[in-house]
């Protein structure tokens, strides 16, 4: 900003990304301090400007070489209703409510901060999103000018600070019978008190957390991030045997895959803290309380450990969208994923959402959004319009798992498998020489046939398998088998060129009662497990069942 001028400008590679906006203005050109003239002014710009929550209109002139992205003046000034304050560096103005602010600025690297931290008021680059080169190569000067825009125009939810929901509390649902508890607190460890006071004064500093009485105490748990920062969460066992189900949760994989049929692009978004963007209610606040350094606070926000953390966040964001964007942005707890079926409505499909999370004071993670995907990485898969397929980078380490030495590793490569069950087709029969050892009283003893079942369940998923998501149109066919040891179903359907193309695999072990079944009871059995496994896909049409029984 500038108080010794009275226009506003922008520099000219800025400007240049709103190439289709620039209007004409008559030759004119900037004089500096020192008598310096810039070389001629021949175009003006209108850029929406935001900072913090207050938005305004600016129309800027086109100045090549200017040494900030865009200058401030008198004008704009004005219209804020500003007053900079040289003694500590801040500037009050309002927004076009007539709503108060103040931020403080630091003219060295261009951030504003508010009571919340930093808030960066430069330029998106749009050039350096996490986009699909597909659309990275073939966006015309329009469309980039377009994304810059709309990128920008709401660059205020990009924040790795989390936003606070308006005009929403979350209320616990507590039982009757509730009584005090404290329960006792893990010591924090020597090397980590800094770090760990650190992390709670910043945490009451950006409205977390509070100083409390409360005669509810939870111990509290410190979770290593993967780049390194530290999470505090609560050990809320105590609270949550308390706590009243929730009927929200989010949706199971086979109707989330169901919606994708047709999408061309895809961009997700990822809410920064999402939890702590949830107000909770101040009844409840001390239930959420826990003791550090004899001092006693509680959180003012949703807190990560709570068995209903999902459900208020699942109900806030509920109350937010309308049901009509169920067809084109799912929100699956803390990740939101929008999909179109071409370019320009994408466009639209995201400056919804932004201006859905801009309205409400939400915020999401520039770093961790996907751009413009063909296909992109959702909940451990890699989607597109025409299926999903494992992340290579999980396969990869089912393919390097060291073999299991204990019953504790060996459940946990179990379930890092059953992950991906859907895309094995005999899954359960490979890993039923393993299952032996989870029974009950039986002793370690890994021998040959373990050993071999484990390096083919690797092979198996060496064998990359590609699932397609199911046209509406086609017809379905469920093909089953059934052993002595386990029954599986296969749902498929067949293309215009009379290939079939795989949607789902699912299999289980048959139980003890089970085993004494005969063959054409197993059929049966496969049969029944089959249509119940794809019961979203069959019931209310007509399909094919497949058997290999005469």
Known sequence: MHTCVSQEWVEKNIARLHIASQLPVSKT????????????IKNQLLIRMKILHAEFLINCLVVKGLIKPIIIGMQTLAQMKATIHIADGSLSFCDG??????????????ECNDEHGPTNVTFIDVQSLNMSPVF?????????????????????????????????????????????????????????RDRVRAEIERMQEIGVLEKCHSSFINPLRIVHKQDGSLRLCLDARNLNQYLLDEPEGPPGLDNVFAMFQGAQ??????????FWQVPLAKSSRKYTAFLFENQVFAFKVVPFGLKSSTSALLRALGDLFPLESATFCLRFVDEILIFSQSLEDHFHHIEFVLRMFSDNGLTIKLGKTQWLKAEVKFLGYILSGEGLKADPERVQAILEYECPKNLKQLRAFIGFINFYRRFQPNLASLVEPLTYLLKKGIRWVWTEEMQNSF??????FAEHVKLC?????????????ASGKSVAAHLYQIDEEGSPYPIAFVSRLLNEHERRYSISEL???????????????LQGTKFVVRTDHR
């Open 469 to 481: 998501l199911p046209v509406m149109n086609r017809t379905f066919y469920l093909s089953t088998d």
């Open 136 to 192: 990275k190569t073939t966006l015309s000067g329009e469309q980039w000018n377009r994304l810059h825009v709309l990128v920008n125009s709401f660059k205020g939810v990009f924040s790795d600070l989390p936003g606070r929901l308006r005009d929403f509390e979350y209320e616990l649902r507590v039982s009757p019978q509730i009584t005090n508890f404290k329960a006792r607190h893990y010591p924090v460890p020597v090397h980590l």
């Open 523 to 537: 059929e049966l059995l496969a049969i029944h497990f089959g249509i119940n496994k794809f019961r979203m896909w």
């Open 97 to 110: 409510d007539g709503k108060p602010f103040k931020v403080l600025y630091n003219s060295n690297n261009n």
């Open 455 to 460: 390096e083919k369940i690797k092979i198996a």
């Open 265 to 274: 692009v895809f961009t997700s978004f990822d809410l920064t803290n999402s």
């Open 29 to 40: 050109h900037v004089v500096g301090a020192v008598g310096h003239k810039s070389p001629n």
